[in-house]
C-alpha cells in the first residue's frame, strides 16, 4: 500500500534514527515538500452563505491566528540560533522565503498537522538566516574604539576636575581668565 504525501512527509520529518545523519541543509527539508499537494477543500454550498459579521469575525480571527503562527515561528527562529536580529526582519525574511520558495509555503500549510516537519524547516531557515547576517560584536567594537584612541593619543576617561577658588580666579591673568571661561562654556 503506497503511503500519501502526508504521512511521507511525517515519515520523513520524525526524529532521527541513530543511524540516520542529524544535519539537514535547507534545501533536503524542503525537499519533502515537493510532491506533497494540498488537499483540495469542496466549496460552499450557494445556499449556505454567512452572515457578514460572521465573515467579518471570520476574517479577523483567522488574521490572529496567522499572526500568532508568525510570532512563534520567529520564536523559534531566534531560540534556534539567529539572535539578536528584531523580529520584524526574522519574519520579513521568512515571508520572502516563502515567496521565493513553493516548498516553505507547503510547509507552513501544513504546520498544524506536521508541527515538528515545520520546526524543522524553521531550524533549517535559522541556519541559513544565520548564515547570512553577522551581527558586530560590541564589546569588540568598544575594544577597537579604545585601541584607535590610544593611538591617536586620546584619553577614554574624562580628566579629573579641581575646583577653583576664589583665590585661583583672582591669581588669574585676564588671558587666562577668557581661556577659563570659553572652557566652561564648551
Do not use: C, H
Not at 60 to 78: G, L, M, P
Not at 99 to 109: G, I, T
Amino acid at each position: 500500500m503506497e503511503d500519501t504525501a502526508v504521512e511521507q512527509v511525517q515519515k520523513a520529518t520524525e526524529e532521527p534514527t541513530p543511524d540516520a545523519p542529524v544535519e539537514k541543509s535547507l534545501d533536503d527539508i524542503l525537499s519533502e515538500y515537493d510532491e506533497a499537494k494540498p488537499e483540495p477543500t469542496p466549496e460552499p454550498k450557494p445556499e449556505e452563505k454567512p452572515d457578514s459579521e460572521v465573515l467579518d469575525y471570520i476574517r479577523s480571527r483567522q488574521a490572529k491566528d496567522t499572526q500568532e503562527d508568525i510570532n512563534s515561528a520567529v520564536a523559534v527562529v531566534k531560540k534556534a540560533g539567529v539572535d539578536g536580529i528584531s523580529d520584524k526582519l526574522i519574519a520579513a525574511r521568512l515571508n520572502l522565503e516563502a515567496q521565493e520558495d513553493k516548498r516553505v509555503q507547503q510547509a507552513w500549510l501544513q504546520r498544524d498537522s506536521n508541527p515538528s516537519g515545520w520546526e524543522t524547516v524553521l531550524k533549517g531557515m535559522a541556519k541559513k538566516i544565520s548564515g547570512e547576517v553577522s551581527i558586530p560584536d560590541t564589546n569588540s567594537a568598544s575594544d577597537r574604539e579604545a585601541v584607535r584612541d590610544s593611538v591617536r593619543n586620546v584619553s577614554t576617561e574624562p580628566p579629573e576636575a579641581t575646583p577653583i577658588t576664589n583665590e585661583k580666579l583672582d591669581e588669574m591673568t585676564g588671558a587666562e581668565f577668557k581661556a577659563y571661561k570659553r572652557k566652561l562654556a564648551s
